[in-house]
């Protein structure tokens, strides 16, 4: 007989999620499951397994209890039938693409993307004779500039929103409907928004990747990504990219995530504030040009947020007068902000994309994309707002 899961409140959902089944010793935190292999009852018992007749666990890069934990808990804070940890989220991009595309095919982007995902798609991937076709910011949310770019080829489309670093937004629906209407699947990085203020697949998306590192960790300790989607979807990429090239996740990481998810409603709840208060804050300074932040009405696509987002996020960017040496010397007077390029920590962390993690742009794509030479990206930590904002006052005065 079924048991019918209640119908739990999202801030519920992400603290107790799939955690609610009883193991033998009763723990009340999930046990880590720290073995590469699983003992069979017996020589029949272990056949079945791998013939798939039975359902059980042979060996971790296969499958592993606790990963599989983490696993239906993000499936279903997503809203998706399963999903798939990876041992990074650079891995999880990669699986989606080699799993779908093969020589010859072609799949359509965003041209806004994290550094390492534009030269996966735009250097690595073309070694395998997948080509990229990308679409410009200023024509993201165009039906036609995306379906110029498809053809019986492309397998797949994919966007970041809010993209790195440059926080636009990508009409989700629009591309969902592209992908559908052209027999392509519809991808989405959702590693910015996070499953709590964003769910994809209830716009159209057939499939959502994170870097788990960023929100879903969120203490800076740990490294992995997670793939969301259908049942079938998740086998297919497990049967033929995750067994064979082996990018799994460790149980002991998984555990961490797990830990690490049940505090998220708290810390998205929290950067959201104040990400939204250093944005306008931002905004009055003379030495910041432009102040990109998606919650804010001047966001060219705050409208498109509103309707997709519950809330905008911790994740901000903003161009001072200057340029790269400008953007440099802030880097190098902050105090509180850590240089760091990573996201999603209690930490307030700061970069500058030229220089670092958006260097695997040539100036000329980066221009394109929208990455100016004195653009900064803040991840807005979860300490005092005004704190934040003095330190940032401080470098700011070293320009």
Request: charged share 20%; hydrophobic share 40%.
């Amino acid at each position: 007989m079924a048991i019918r899961r209640p119908n739990y409140s999202r801030k519920t959902e992400i603290v107790h999620g799939t955690d609610r089944g009883r193991s033998e010793a009763g723990d009340l935190v999930p046990p880590i499951h720290m073995t590469s292999a699983f003992e069979f009852k017996n020589a029949d018992h272990g056949a079945a397994l791998f013939a798939g007749e039975k359902d059980g666990y042979i060996y971790t890069r296969i499958a592993n209890p606790t990963v599989g934990r983490m696993e239906a808990k993000i499936a279903r804070l997503e809203k998706c039938a399963a999903a798939v940890a990876t041992g990074s989220g650079m891995a999880a991009i990669a699986a989606v693409a080699l799993t779908l595309a093969k020589p010859g095919d072609n799949f359509v982007a965003s041209t806004t993307l994290y550094g390492g995902t534009f030269n996966l798609f735009t250097q690595r991937l073309r070694n395998f004779g997948i080509e990229a076709r990308l679409v410009p910011p200023e024509k993201a949310n165009s039906r036609q500039a995306i379906t110029s770019r498809i053809d019986a080829r492309t397998r797949f489309l994919f966007m970041e929103t809010p993209a790195n670093p440059t926080l636009d937004i990508i009409d989700i629906a629009v591309w969902a409907d592209a992908a559908r209407t052209h027999n392509a699947a519809c991808i989405v990085d959702n590693t910015f928004a996070t499953p709590y203020l964003q769910n994809p697949a209830t716009l159209g998306a057939d499939i959502v990747v994170h870097s788990a590192t960023k929100y879903i960790g969120g203490h800076a300790d740990v490294i992995g990504g997670v793939i969301t989607g259908s049942r079938e979807m998740m086998s297919r990429i497990r049967e033929e990219y995750l067994h064979s090239f082996g990018p799994v996740m460790s149980p002991f990481n998984a555990w961490l995530f797990l830990r690490g998810l049940k505090t998220l409603a708290i810390r998205m709840e929290k950067h959201c504030e104040n990400a939204r208060q250093v944005a306008d804050w931002l905004q009055s300074q003379r030495v910041v040009r432009k102040v990109y932040y998606p919650g804010l009405a001047t966001h060219p696509n705050h409208q498109v947020a509103k309707t997709q987002m519950r809330a905008f996020g911790g994740m901000l960017a903003f161009e001072v007068k200057g340029g790269i040496q400008a953007g440099k010397t802030i880097m190098d007077k902050v105090r509180l902000c850590r240089l760091a390029v990573s996201l999603g920590d209690c930490e307030t962390l700061i970069q500058h994309p030229a220089s670092m993690t958006h260097s695997t742009y040539s100036r000329s794509e980066r221009l394109e994309a929208g990455i100016n030479d004195g653009l900064i990206r803040l991840s807005v930590g979860i300490e005092n707002p005004v704190d934040i904002e003095s330190d940032l006052e401080g470098a700011f005065k070293q320009i």
